[in-house]
């Protein structure tokens, strides 16, 4: 069982999927967890991060203000693929409403940008860990 459960971490679980227009932002997030072991794969529209769902991605970290669809939207179309991916939804404006609507669809994580990287990836481990007692 723990072999199964290394296979998953290590060959899916530790892609993620940053989908963010703002270059600057998904870059930071991007070496952060490149330096922390992760394999990232960058999209700066919807459009663009469907085109890259089909790769190994465990974990998506999606802009709520996009230029094409809204994340909230995006969100739901990846849950619908993959049900089991974790999925962060980030924002500037971290309003209860953007909150509990991601919650609601699904959203593992809701952080206000700019985005706390400390905060970030200990919530991940810790949804790892639980995933793993399962």
Request: net charge negative; aromatic share 8%.
């Amino acid at each position: 069982m723990a072999r199964i459960l290394l296979y998953y971490f290590e060959m899916e679980w530790k892609t993620v999927l940053i989908v963010d227009d703002n270059l600057e932002s998904a870059i930071t997030l991007k070496e952060f967890l490149q330096a922390q072991g992760f394999k990232c794969l960058l999209a700066s529209s919807a459009k663009e991060a469907l085109g890259l769902i089909n790769e190994d991605v465990g974990v998506a970290v999606l802009d709520v203000d996009l230029p094409d669809i809204d994340g909230f939207t995006l969100l739901k179309v990846l849950k619908g693929k993959k049900p089991d991916m974790i999925t962060a939804v980030i924002s500037a404006h971290s309003s209860w409403e953007n909150k509990s609507r991601a919650l609601e669809l699904g959203a593992d994580f809701v952080f206000a940008k700019p985005l706390n990287l400390s905060s970030f990836i200990e919530e991940l481990k810790e949804k790892f860990k639980k995933g793993a007692a399962k």
